[in-house]
């Protein structure tokens, strides 16, 4: 649906625009959507492509963002109307521009060409996304096939260095036994964090373990966009286990031919987890993006862990691994599974 459909050539002060996602209020917090003289709602191109599940780098001497979604390229340069999907160019009837050092665009062609859904409510100023949830069937394929899939991705770049190596090129500077330890971190985190039951765990004892992957004098930014340090977040989230009954069932199915480094270390690997339990469902899907989904369903998604070196570079409280989390990447957006067998 056209977004400028009975809309005014300006936006008032007290005409806020909100946009939500799944019926999500997306959040943005300092950098806020508006009307442009083309009567086009723009968005700030980070904050709208995560809550769509895709990824954003930035090309400073470009002047390009590329977005990656679900093995979509999506490129769009600042004040050009051409908008590329991959390869194929389209002309928007706007463009992208950069406003108090952010970059924004325009919502209804980056919604949709990440195939999802756009309304505009005109009296209310609200923009509706609706996202197209694929079902996908994961039963027939082997971890080998899975693999595979997981190479036809394109890497991810980061904002600072375009330099992109594959496996091959860390087996040589590393070896392949300690390429095989990165892949584990990756891994064993996944797999820490998001296996839990809190009729079964012991805080203590899952506190302890997931240190293991974080520095202690270094912050997390959860989804609900709230900075807590890591001892801080680790020691929340394992709180609310128990207070929101939470019990997930995860896999990461991923091998060292899945690595490979943009400037940090990525692990990628299919994440494959039912949420079995959780009494508030709506403080889960603002926590985290794996909890925008129902109960009891199988769900799957591509993911690259990000892993930098920064052991060893303070005086620590606890011990850490080599490598450590400092990031999760989301390569697709979450599809329901029809049939998944994961391990209870």
Known sequence: MILTAMMVSTVTAENFVTVTVQGETVDFPDAQPFI????????????????????????????QATITYDNKVIK???????????????????????????TYVPVRFISE???????WDSTKYIVTITLKR????????????????????????????????????????????????????GKNYMETFYNVDYRTYNKAEYVEKLKW???ENSSWTADDRIK???????????????????????????????????????????MNYIIKSCNDME?????TRYGNVELGKKYTCVVDVELANFAG?????????????????FITPIKEVNKLKIND
């Open 36 to 63: 442009d003289a083309n009567n086009r709602t723009l968005v700030p191109i980070r904050f709208i492509s995560e809550a769509l599940g895709g990824q954003v780098s930035w090309d400073g001497d470009l002047q």
């Open 76 to 102: 769009l340069v600042i004040n050009n109307k051409e908008i590329t999907v991959d390869n194929e160019v389209r002309v928007m009837d706007t463009q992208a521009i950069l406003k108090d050092s952010r």
């Open 113 to 119: 060409a990440m195939g999802a859904n756009v309304e």
């Open 134 to 185: 694929d079902t996908v069937d994961l039963e027939e394929m082997t971890n080998k096939e899975i693999i595979q899939q997981l190479q036809e991705y394109p890497y991810l770049e980061n904002d600072y260095t375009k330099r992109i190596e594959n496996h091959e090129w860390l087996v040589n500077r590393y070896d392949e036994n300690k390429v095989k330890e990165f892949v584990e971190i």
């Open 213 to 215: 992957f974080f520095l």
């Open 228 to 270: 807590r340090n890591n001892e801080e977040h680790i020691n929340y989230w394992a709180d609310m286990i128990t207070k929101k009954q939470i019990s997930i069932n995860a896999e990461f199915i991923t091998d060292e031919t899945c690595i490979y480094t943009n400037g940090d270390i990525m692990i990628r690997g299919r």
């Open 283 to 287: 403080w889960l899907k603002n926590y």
């Open 313 to 329: 570079h303070s005086q620590e409280k606890w011990k850490t691994a080599e490598r450590l989390v400092t990031d999760e990447h």
